[in-house]
């Protein structure tokens, strides 16, 4: 009883905004996965966002599986995390199978896709009269979050729907493989495995094999698709969770740099040499994201163009997606234009860095001499709690007490 008037009293102080997922919302996943084409056979026209079948004979469109990097996994196994190439293949393989050969997410999948067909038609309809896209996330984005949180086992009723997490929240918590280099190795062992599968259909001849490679790089391509987002590109997403204690408070750190910089977007490159702005979740449909979404939807195309390469020659093509791959145009402290991060790791003095005005997005001065809750209850003050933010503090007591008891003694 005491925790849940903690927890009531803590929620009821903040400022309650729309919730946010740190990543880009479903319906922008899918919808970049859909521009994707694949080819089956020499000769082949192609096939613009084809219907592959899973193991556990669930029909899934390619823009889908791209989006269902959100929905599935296994927590306590981050990809990136794998301490080698193998066991970091073999954790994505895992991964994908809590989607394609588990009988429980046959009935649970279309259930997930109604959802995300709830919220395009929504963003399909805002659109049409005139409304911006991350306007109109704030408006459906926490029911859209209860239904996802009830549909994964979790609840989507109450005031505190998300104080009983489903998978979709627990793994919105340790979502390292969705940030920075973390990302690329998750993608990258995923599509190294899609591509092995797509040799062995060679071999086999089997056009279910090869259907399996697609599904294989589709999901991993949800990795990828997180690059081109700029809440997701200098986020120290691993080191404010490992150096940040509780680990929950650097956790919800990572929620307040993640929106800052998808609302502002960085100036960006690749590495042949084109240059643009990227702008994150909840902005895909912007116009002023057009050029990173047709930028977006070369990489994926190119990756999964690889796969296909894979199944006609027998052999592992040449890597043709790191370089399309979107890198800050800006060094940390040498910037002048683009926002300063709220926060970045300083691998030579091994610190981790705040910015000194909270409020001031493009002060450049940083400090190492903060702390992770004071550093909570000023954002939180100035900027509010999502609700998701909200799920991850309802799951430590100990944490929600010790905001309550520092809040009491501000001035």
Known sequence: MRFLLATALLFSSSCFAASHIVQFQSAEHDAAGSEVRVFFSH???????????????????????????DFYGIADKPIAFGKTALERESRFIDIFNTLATNPNAVPEFPRIISVMQEEETALADGLKKGEKPENIYHQIGDHINREYNGITGGSSTGDFWYLKEGRYLKLSAVDFDHFGQDAMTAYQAGHQVALKAAIAARVSGDPKQLELAYAMNAFACHFLSDLFASGHLRTPRRELSSMVTPSVVGALLVTYMHNEENEYGLRVHDQQNHRWVVYGDDY????????????????????????????????????????????????????????????????????????????????????????????????????????????????????????????????
């Open 43 to 69: 000769g082949d026209v192609g096939h613009l966002n084809p219907t592959l079948h899973l193991p556990n004979g669930l029909p899934a469109t390619y823009g889908q599986l791209v989006a269902m990097g």
């Open 284 to 411: 895909y449909f912007d116009p002023q994201n057009t050029e990173n979404r047709i930028r977006q939807r070369s990489a994926l195309q190119a990756s999964a163009d690889e796969i296909f390469s894979a199944f006609q020659t027998g052999v592992i093509p040449p890597d043709q997606v790191t370089d399309l791959i979107p890198q800050p145009d800006e060094s940390v402290d040498l910037g002048q234009n683009d926002i300063a991060p709220l926060f970045y790791y300083d691998k030579q003095s091994n610190k981790l860095m705040r910015r000194s005005d909270l409020t001031n997005v493009y002060d450049r001065h940083w400090t190492s001499n903060w702390w992770g809750i004071w550093t909570l209850i000023e954002l939180k003050k100035q900027r509010g709690l999502t609700s998701m933010m909200n799920a991850q503090l309802g799951q430590s007591p100990s944490v929600v007490a010790e905001i309550k008891s520092e809040e009491e003694n501000i001035p």
